[in-house]
Antibody, heavy 118, light 112 residues
Framework: EVQLVESGGGLVQPGRSLKLSCVAS????????MNWIRQAPGKGLEWVAY????????YYAETVKGRFTISRDNAKNTLYLQMTSLRSEDTALYYC???????????WGQGVMVTVSS | QITLTQQAESLWVSPGEKVSITCRAS???????????LSWYQQRPGQTTKALIY???IRTDGVPTRFIGSGSGTEFTLSIEDVQPEDIALYYC?????????FGAGTKLELK
């Protein structure tokens, strides 16, 4: 069974940092590109970042560029999102999603909540 | 960036009816390979987001045949025939033609 399990969320003050993890199982993680997507409370989905299977290609949304860093460890089947200089507008449920082919986000996790507030 | 517009925030439907959800792109989603880089997703409370359709019209494995994707260029539709109670959910379109990837705002399907 395919599973993506996010962790590392929580309440953090503005300006601080947080690192999210996404552990994959049930598929060959190293073959898939991976994404982070977020959903602010009551809002729609926003793509945050992408990393290719071998980490050669990395892209970010303009809203997080320079503050967030996506990375992965294929030996540990784990995707990461290092978030720095957090702002209140980063408050959201963060999902990881796999992408074997460019056209499709195949599998999604349940999401992990990040709340940025003083 | 490419903007995806899902006109309807909510659609009300009775079980057994047919409903259509539209997604309009600010530019063509047709790539040089002749395929459209538009996919559809379902979000149900308490469940992981599920991929339904890719390349505008191809169902992913296990998706019931009542889910039908159509459209081309900039206009796309997800139709659900014979709506079932379990189809009550949020539906999003996504373009992966160009980065930044962008989603539509979502359409909430609700029971009449």
């Amino acid at each position: 069974e395919v599973q993506l399990v996010e962790s590392g969320g929580g309440l953090v003050q503005p300006g601080r940092s947080l690192k999210l993890s996404c552990v994959a199982s049930g598929f060959t993680f190293s073959n898939y590109g991976m994404n982070w997507i977020r959903q602010a409370p009551g809002k729609g989905l926003e793509w945050v970042a992408y990393i290719s299977s071998g980490s050669s290609y990395i892209y970010y949304a303009e809203t997080v560029k320079g503050r967030f860093t996506i990375s992965r460890d294929n030996a540990k089947n784990t995707l990461y999102l290092q978030m720095t200089s957090l702002r209140s507008e980063d408050t959201a449920l963060y999902y990881c999603a796999s992408q074997l082919r460019r056209v499709l986000f195949d599998y999604w996790g349940q999401g992990v909540m990040v709340t940025v507030s003083s | 960036q490419i903007t995806l517009t899902q006109q309807a925030e909510s659609l009300w439907v009775s079980p057994g009816e047919k409903v259509s959800i539209t997604c309009r792109a600010s530019q063509s989603l047709l790539y040089t390979d002749g395929k459209h880089y538009l996919s559809w997703y379902q979000q149900r409370p308490g469940q992981t987001t599920k991929a339904l359709i890719y390349h505008a019209s191809i169902r992913t494995d296990g998706v019931p045949t009542r889910f039908i994707g159509s459209g081309s260029g900039t206009e796309f539709t997800l139709s659900i025939e014979d709506v079932q109670p379990e189809d009550i959910a949020l539906y999003y379109c996504l373009q992966t033609l160009k980065k930044p990837y962008t989603f539509g705002a979502g359409t909430k399907l609700e029971l009449k």
